[in-house]
Structure formats: structure tokens, C-alpha cells
């Protein structure tokens, strides 16, 4: 080797190293590609220069991401926990579901959703097996962005229960309990019958936990009902809707409140016809909440759109 290059070799500085890494990226064929490696590894490599990281620091992280997979299965994933307790999940959402006025405005689709939901009629009890908890329904209409109804829309709603765990956190991980689909009706109606969310702290048993302990933060969200909805025409919004009494909606671990999503949840000490037709006794809850649905064409479909969109259309 001549002595010049071996010179350069020997006098290689950090700035040298990420230039040469960033020239091995610049030819990426692909245009978005390219402009997410040369951003991630400048982020990255400016991240490390500017903390100094050792190289203890940088093995603690490379063992942090490794427990963290080691822990993902079908029934839990460690790196949504990650990217939602770290705020990504949130900015993401916020960048690519940039939803014209008055349509519903959406927020983290969260690690619990499982494929294989039950189908039910309207006014359908996904809390079945819940006898503790304070029942509830939530009832409203799906509408477009004109006020019209939009009927024959899914909606597929997921909580956790009333002991704060998902189902498949529970004694047996394997069936479904707390999900449902239904879908709205002519006058774009749906009815649902559940118990009242309770606030829940995310899982803490791993890294994430790991994490938000040694920071000094708390693991808790708010009170909340998840749901995907969907119709043929419409982009299909993620959602959750918040119980306005709870007292984590001004420090949710994943950062999802939005004020349009927090929700009065009414208690009834006398029937309701919808009660009583349901046969349901007082007392209980009622909320309401109506989505409104943006046309497909007003913004660009993305994959994760569509994934989310295939999740609601066929699990
Ligand atoms: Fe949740």
C-alpha cells in the first residue's frame, strides 16, 4: 500500500467516517431510499459525536434492541412500545395522516390489535366475559366530511379490560375477548356494547419499562377505546376515543390525546330505550362519538393506509 493512503487510513477522523459511509449510500438507486440512508446515518453519526457515546453505552443499546426482539411475538411487540413511548408513533402520524377539516382526526394504532375479530349485529357486547366492569355503550353515526350518513362502514373496535390487561396479556392469551366488527347502519348508526376502559399502564416487564423507569416517567394511558374505520370510498381513519374523567389525559405514556377524540362518558341511573332493548339495566354509561371519514382521493393512500384498511376489510 502506498505510503500516502496509509497515512490517510492512520489520520481518519469521525467526520472521515461518516463521509465515507454517506459516499457508500449516495449511490442507492432507489430516490426515497437514498434520502432515508443519507438522513438516518447523518442523524445517526451526529447523535453519537454529540453525546459521545463509549463503547459501553452503544453495547447497553445494541443488548436493549436485542431483549426487545427476543420479546416480539404475535402477542407482543416491543418495538411499536418503542416508537410510541418515544413520541415517533405519534409524529408519524401526525406527518402522514394529514386529514382535511372536520374529518376524524386519528392516533396511534397501538401494539394490541388482533386479526380474527368477531362479527356482531348491532349493539353487539364485546365484553362478554367482563363482569366487573361498569357496562357501557358507545353509539354515534359514521358520516362524511357533508354530514351524510355513511352506511355499511366496519368498525373494528378493540379495549383492554376492566383488570387493565388485553386478552392476550391474560390467563389465556389465545382467545379473543374485549374486539369486535360491526358495521353501521342505513342512517349510518352503530351500537356497541362494552364496559367502561380503564386507564392501564403499557407493558413494563422489558426494555420499554427498563426505559421509562430509569427516565423517571410513568407507563400509564389514559382510558380508551380503540378503533379502525373503514368504508369503500373513504380513507379509513385509526383511532381511539378518550373518557374525559381520566386523570393520565395530560400525561398518556405514547403522547396520543387529541381534544377532538376525548369523550363525555354520561352515567344513566334510568333505562334508556336503547338500554332496555338491549336489556341492559341501569346503571351505566353512554358515549357518543360520530366518525367522519375524508373521500380516498382528498390525500394519498399510503402502504401503511392500506395495510391498516386490509386489517379492518378481512381479519
Ligand atoms: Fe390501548
New binding site residues.
Given amino acids: 500500500m502506498p505510503d500516502d493512503q496509509r497515512d490517510r487510513r492512520r489520520n481518519k477522523s469521525e467526520d472521515d467516517i461518516t463521509a465515507e459511509v454517506l459516499a457508500r449510500f449516495a449511490e442507492t438507486p432507489d430516490p426515497r431510499l437514498r434520502q432515508i440512508m443519507l438522513s438516518l446515518v447523518g442523524h445517526l453519526h451526529a447523535f453519537v459525536k454529540e453525546v459521545q457515546l463509549t463503547e459501553a453505552e452503544w453495547f447497553q443499546a445494541i443488548e436493549m434492541l436485542t431483549a426487545a426482539g427476543k420479546l416480539c411475538s404475535d402477542k407482543r411487540q416491543e418495538f411499536i412500545l418503542f416508537s410510541d413511548t418515544l413520541g415517533v408513533s405519534m409524529v408519524v402520524d401526525l406527518l402522514d395522516h394529514r386529514k382535511p377539516e372536520g374529518a376524524t382526526e386519528s392516533t396511534v394504532f ?1 401494539p ?1 390489535h388482533r386479526l380474527g375479530a368477531p362479527e356482531m349485529p348491532a349493539g353487539g357486547n364485546i365484553a362478554h366475559r367482563d363482569t366487573t366492569g361498569m357496562p357501557m355503550l358507545v353509539s354515534g353515526r359514521v358520516l362524511d366530511l357533508d354530514g351524510r350518513p355513511i352506511a355499511g362502514a366496519l368498525i373494528d373496535v378493540w379495549q ?1 379490560q376492566t383488570n387493565g390487561l388485553y386478552d392476550s396479556q391474560d390467563a389465556h392469551p389465545d382467545e379473543l375477548h374485549m374486539r369486535g366488527k360491526l358495521r353501521s347502519d342505513a342512517a349510518g348508526r352503530y351500537l356497541i356494547r362494552t364496559v367502561r376502559p380503564v386507564h392501564y399502564p403499557i407493558p413494563s416487564d422489558g426494555p420499554v419499562g427498563r426505559m421509562l423507569k430509569a427516565t423517571g416517567r410513568h407507563p400509564w ?1 389514559p382510558a ?1 377505546i ?1 378503533f379502525v374505520v373503514s368504508a369503500e370510498g373513504y380513507e379509513p381513519v385509526t383511532t381511539h376515543i378518550f373518557d374525559r374523567a381520566d386523570s393520565y389525559l395530560a400525561s398518556d405514556a405514547v403522547f396520543a390525546v387529541k381534544e377532538s377524540l376525548i369523550c363525555d362518558f354520561v352515567r344513566h341511573d334510568s333505562p334508556t330505550p336503547e338500554a332496555s332493548r338491549l336489556g341492559l339495566a341501569p346503571p351505566f354509561l353512554a358515549a357518543e362519538f360520530d366518525f367522519r371519514l375524508a373521500p380516498a382521493t382528498t390525500v394519498p393512500v399510503t402502504d401503511a393506509q392500506r395495510q391498516l384498511a386490509a386489517l379492518g376489510a378481512h381479519a
Fill in positions: 397501538g394490541f383492554a394511558r380508551h380503540h
